[in-house]
């Protein structure tokens, strides 16, 4: 797919912000695992963190093409996490366009069109990934608030968000018909950042583990009605999860760029070993998945931005994310091998290229969770 000149300019314009702040400081944040706060405002600037934020409420307004094409930029800067960053908050956003009330929308919106205040969602559970029926966090009523009790696992910008999408069980229907959704701030008594998690990549985005103890939220917080938090959750991270596969795409090009740079300087047998038929063959299948996961990127960001019917968005959602998830990890460990030895070693990025994209085909919903999605919509 062929991008239109704006999408063109924009997709440049990132490029070249992720080359002046992004690249320099890529190993950096894989070895020190701090978050670089000062990309917020760099980000910011240009719209990218608050991309979701319609402009009725002072935000840019920009469509999903938009924040695909950011986050693979970012990504092929050479930081899968700091990809994150772009369209940081719009699952927050989207939650709220779809369910929230037109009082939490003006109360809210206008803060993160700023794109300095960072968000979350906290739904997964020690015991509650997948499968919403296990849901242990429980909300109950008390006067004009709802106070929240439980824990939620690997919250990614958990310590750095002053808001947050909280899901909790407000009533014992089963599965997720008793779960509604909470727009909390975090500065709230009762949100316990509890463990800074030690992930295997992405290093520089903090991951965490939080306790919710007696946190008490306005009953006027709730997202939607009581018992319709976990669709409004869903239909977000539908949308979320194209850009997702974006990173993925960003991320494989940033292997296969380095390992093309590393065969034309390599010798065996007295010449650079690209001119071998079987690694020629190699960058020839690599190149060629990650151009088809972006034209499915693509498409998908296309189906939403053109109003495709439901079915069809979500299909494409799922296939996007799948596809990219595992042409990710066949992309970045192929890119290593032709490194050989090299490749193994920290002194090259490719190893960390490999570790950062392994976890695409599990956050936001497994590989597993997506061929369930994509069967169900082609079996119909």
Not at 244 to 256: E, H, T, Y
Not at 345 to 374: A, C, W
Request: hydrophobic letters at 40%; a negative charge; glycine letters at 8%.
């Amino acid at each position: 797919m062929i991008l239109d000149d704006d999408h063109q300019a924009f997709r440049e314009a990132v490029a070249a912000m992720a080359a002046d702040h992004v690249a320099p400081i890529a190993d950096e944040l894989d070895k020190t695992d701090r978050f670089p706060k000062q990309l917020i405002d760099v980000f910011a600037g240009m719209g990218l963190v608050q991309l979701a934020v319609p402009e009725e409420y002072g935000g840019p307004g920009a469509d999903l093409l938009s924040h695909c094409i950011a986050r693979e930029e970012v990504a092929a800067a050479g930081s899968m996490a700091l990809a994150q960053l772009a369209g940081q908050n719009s699952i927050v956003v989207r939650a709220l366009m779809d369910s929230g009330s037109d009082e939490l929308k003006q109360r809210f919106l206008p803060l993160l069109a700023e794109g300095t205040r960072i968000t979350c969602i906290a739904i997964t559970e020690p015991e509650a990934g997948s499968d919403p029926a296990l849901m242990r966090t429980r909300a109950r009523r008390d006067g004009s608030s709802w106070v929240i009790n439980g824990r939620k696992s690997f919250i990614t910008w958990g310590s750095l968000a002053e808001y947050a999408v909280v899901f909790a069980r407000t009533n014992d229907t089963p599965r997720s018909r008793g779960i509604s959704a909470f727009l909390v701030e975090t500065a709230t008594p009762g949100w316990v950042v509890d463990r800074h998690n030690d992930k295997m990549g992405q290093h520089g985005v903090p991951n965490n583990e939080i306790l919710l103890e007696d946190l008490r939220v306005p009953a006027e917080n709730m997202i939607g009605e009581e018992g319709q938090g976990f669709r409004a959750a869903m239909e977000a991270l539908h949308q979320n999860r194209p850009t997702v596969a974006g990173i993925a795409v960003g991320g494989a090009r940033s292997a296969f760029d380095y390992a093309r740079a590393y065969a034309r300087e390599r010798s065996q047998g007295g010449r650079p070993i690209l001119e071998y038929q079987g690694l020629r063959w190699k960058f020839a299948d690599m190149a060629t998945q990650i151009e088809a996961a972006r034209n499915l990127v693509w498409s998908c960001a296309r189906a939403y931005d053109t109003g495709a019917p439901a079915s069809e968005r979500v299909k494409l959602s799922s296939m996007a994310k799948l596809f990219a998830g595992e042409m990710v990890q066949y992309v970045t460990s192929t890119a290593l091998q032709i490194l050989g030895g090299h490749g193994y070693m920290k002194d090259h990025p490719v190893e960390r290229f490999m570790r950062d994209g392994r976890l695409i085909g599990i956050y936001e919903g497994t590989s597993e969770i997506q061929r369930n999605i994509v069967a169900r919509e082609v079996l119909r």
